[in-house]
């Protein structure tokens, strides 16, 4: 069955650092990927996505980079701050399901 | 520009009853999708409207309905209200076209069933 799954439930970076965030999908199929952060009382927020024809994608102080060799996805936040402390979500879809699976996340502190 | 508006922001039922949650999306936004969110987990896909009708349905039972109205905005209907019921709802809208684009999230209505 589909599923997308996190390599750690926790991280802890200092400030200043830079943060690597796993996740694992299963679903060949899959062609669409998002991150979201998710901040304590709040919705689900996007941060970036890459489509599957793609193996890495930049943003403001962010990378996302997709293996699909090894269904491996991953959130690179550069010069991580404490406004970065959330819960990290990885999801997955493809076309025309119409629904978006996400994993269990990756709660981020980071230390001052 | 307003983006997705839930209500009630907290809900307390009592086990057996019933309760509808609403949703109003991003303006610009078609389509409705709707997610439980049990706590310390990510969200699980309920089902998702669009032109007013179900186009998906997550693995919940039929206690569990919606509607999509022609405004575009969206209630979830939960009937006979389990203890396991008791988790953050949370909406999410997007625009049918220009396929596989990010959810936009409300910040959800937190239920609690006693």
């Known amino acids: 069955g589909e599923s997308v799954g996190l390599h750690l439930p926790t991280l802890s970076v200092q400030e200043g650092d830079n943060s690597i965030i796993n996740c694992a999908y299963s679903?060949?199929?899959?062609?669409?990927f998002i991150w979201y952060k998710q901040e304590s009382g709040k919705g689900p927020q996007f941060i970036i996505d890459?489509?599957?024809?793609?193996d890495k994608r930049q943003g403001q102080r962010v990378t996302v980079l997709l293996n699909k060799t090894v269904k491996h996805l991953s959130l690179q936040i550069a010069a991580t701050q404490p406004g970065d402390s959330a819960v990290y979500f990885c999801a997955e879809t493809y076309t025309n399901a119409g629904k978006s699976t996400f994993g269990d996340g990756t709660t981020l502190t980071v230390k001052p | 520009d307003a983006g997705v508006t839930q209500s009630p922001t907290h809900l307390i039922k009592t086990r057996g009853q019933q309760v509808t949650l609403r949703c109003s999306p991003k303006?610009?936004?078609?389509?409705v999708s709707w997610y439980q969110q049990a706590l310390g987990q990510g969200p699980q896909f309920i089902f998702q409207y669009y032109e007013e009708e179900e186009r998906q349905r997550g693995n919940f039972p039929d206690r569990f309905s919606g509607h999509q109205f022609p405004n575009y905005s969206s209630e979830l209907n939960v009937n006979a209200l389990l203890l396991g019921d008791s988790a953050l709802y949370l909406c999410?809208?997007?625009?049918?076209?220009?396929?596989?684009?990010?959810?936009?999230f409300g910040n959800g209505t937190r239920l609690t069933v006693t």
């Open positions: 890459i489509r599957s024809n793609m």
């Open positions: 999410a809208s997007s625009r049918r076209e220009g396929y596989n684009s990010p959810l936009h």
């Open positions: 303006s610009g936004h078609d389509t």
């Open positions: 679903n060949s199929a899959s062609d669409y």
